[in-house]
């Protein structure tokens, strides 16, 4: 097994050197536009833009240094972390000593998804002969009533299938309070003792069994290690949106993984699932408070998993990022739209973050953690004011022309300067930074037999790549106006609930489309429009955003489509290694998938008429406290007629053993009234 | 059916309404065949009727007693290690195995037969495994 305590060398040379180039680049950047705008003098808007400029250059500048560690570390065959010739996913599996927990917390989700990856998992976990030292929890914390009885049938079946009964557990809690950090603290107050450390999965997660026993042998070999990331690849979807994505993140994604590993060394980030977490450590340092103050800003922290590896590292335990354990799998949002909703999420999550920046005793490390995940979302708002700022200021040179003589006496005329060297440069540099992360990826990639077929060989990974480009380019300034929305929305106080994820494969419609994108391409249109009409020659500097903004309707709905998806597939496009050889795992999904596709799933009226089901959710109901007045009435307009009850009814009845005994006896009265 | 469990003559009206409130607790395991439902309705009205014959003389409280006696020597004769499983959870795997249908032989059997036990320890809803407490404080931010 891989041992990464004591071969992290380094770490401060490894950062020394990261932030001389990624300062370096930013400072030569900034000086070329400074250049390039300021020969006749900066105004107040130049200025400006010079200024969001260096920012937003230093945000990407750090992605392609990243990019470029990870192109030279991958090329010598060296791990990210210790710089040798090995990896944590060579060798045998180990033969485990500790026992492991692996949790699903959900909430309102997809149920045969739920249950279908967790079987796939669990199998895989058998298969490797060290099931002994794992059990699997479902935590739910499902407010909707028809999915926690459809989640409790599908838990029981999914035990009897697999012959699971004492090993695969399931809890529903009452209230989701903390939410989803709340729904693992709180198995980790009651059960935790029992687990040297835990997988944490998502509720669309599958991990390979290979994959879970050496998160958990490495956590045996490097005691001193508190949380194992593994990089989740996306899969399994098949609209063009998603498609598109996962071949983006398949070929991009690792080389920039390794990167960033290379120089987080023990002090990484944690993403919320994928992840081995060692529990004792989790449980002394990861107790996360309510931020003072209300939402959006304040109140339960939401994007929690940043915050917990902060801590984590803060009680002395080491935070690991291995990208080169494969077999760790995540689903994403099929379509523009739900992606921007996950987004939405997350961009408030990340925001709160600014307000955990100045804890006590953090590492440096992961205040900038922090930090990027503040930028990811304000980098949008701060490209918009940019390019803004940019066709300002050439609209307003084209309005005035150029001032020859500024106001009082003026021996000689200010003479027009240009520098095309410097514009040109300029234009290069960045153009470097942004493509030549995937140049890396491809060349990597098509010069390896084994990944290049992975790919589907080389001619469909260059066209693919080049239709990545384009679906890039269009998607980027619609992406950038719904960030900026979201960050402005937020700060202005605005706080998004928490909804569970669709997580299949869901088409827009072109009404949905238009609701949510017709702003965006009216801007667009509005200022392509400005600039056509004043200052044509600049139209070609930002065709390609107002293009993806007037675009944005057709191109939502058209990505949306699993039928468009799956003609790319067919002609060649967006192939992955996990649609050309999927993983044992990811086969196993799918035949879990396929055995319920059929099966109908039972809903809450069925349980007052199926003595079944009844039967089950009795059994796990741990309240058996007498029944209050109101649920009393409750279960008696059940027994009459379920659909009359409210959701938030039907809970409460759902959560009373008491309570729902006396509908269905009151059910049984009326029935023998009834015969007789 | 268990030796020690002998039919005891009662008076014909307790033996009716403990009939009936035998039957009406007899659904919620599931629906026995006719011979196999008259039989256990028998046993159980065997079981309750000292107590039914008493004063108050309820008869539905008396068959869910004899009923809840029956029952936890079953669970007791079908415990495992971990000692017997609730009677909720047993009802749950039994109604999910078909007992009433499968194994109606097997239900409050003193001693159950192997490929019962394990149909219907395959089906048993396994509570959560027994707590082990961790403290987990609230850290400053």
Redesign the interface.
Known sequence: MLHLEPKAKWAFWRRGLMALLVLGSTAGATWLMGVVLGTNSLTFAEGAVLTVFAVSFGWIALSFWAAVAGFVLSMLGRHPVTLRCESAADGAVPALRTRTAVLMPIYNEDTRRVFAGLAATYRSVEATGQLAQF?F?VLSDTTDPDIWVAEEAQW?DT??AL?A??RL?Y?HRAANVGRKAGNI?EW????????ETMVVLDADSVMEGDTIVRLAGLMETNPKAGIIQTLAIAANRTTLFARWLQFASRLYGPLLAVGHSFWWVGEGNYYGHNAIIR??A????????K?PGKAPLGGEIMSHDF?EAA?MR?GGWHVWFLPELRGSYEEIPSNIIDYAVRDRRWAQGNLQHAR?LK??RLHGVSRLHMAMGVLAFVASPLWLLLLFLSSYVVIQQALAGHAYFLPGYNLFPIWPEYRPLESQALLAVTAAVLFLPKIFSLVLTLGGRARRVSFGGAGRLLRSAVAEMVFSLLLAPVMMLFHSKFVFTILAGSSVGWASQPRDDRGITWLEAARRHTVHSLIGLAWGGVVFWYAIDFLWWVAPIVLGMALAIPLNVFSSRTGAGLAMQRGGFFWTPEETAPSPALRMLGEELKRLEDRSLPSFAQVLSD??LA??H???LPDRAPADHALIDSAERAAIRADSLAPVERRALLGSATALEHAMRTL?QRRLQRAA | MSPEDDLTPIPTIIAKRLAIAAERLLMAWGAFEADWQRRLVERITAAAAEAAAQPPRDADRAAREALDILLARWASALAEDAGPAPIDALRAAFLAIDGARCWPDQFLEARPGQDFRQDLRRALPRPLPAGAPLEMPEQPL
Not at chain 1, 188 to 195: E, I, K, L, P
């Open positions: 059990d929890f029981h035990c009897r012959g009964g004492g557990f809890r603290a980790v107050r009651t059960q935790g003792g029992a687990y529990t004792r989790f449980a002394a340092h990861c107790g996360l408070p931020l915050v801590c803060r955990i804890a006590p003595r079944r039967a089950l009795m059994a796990m049984e």
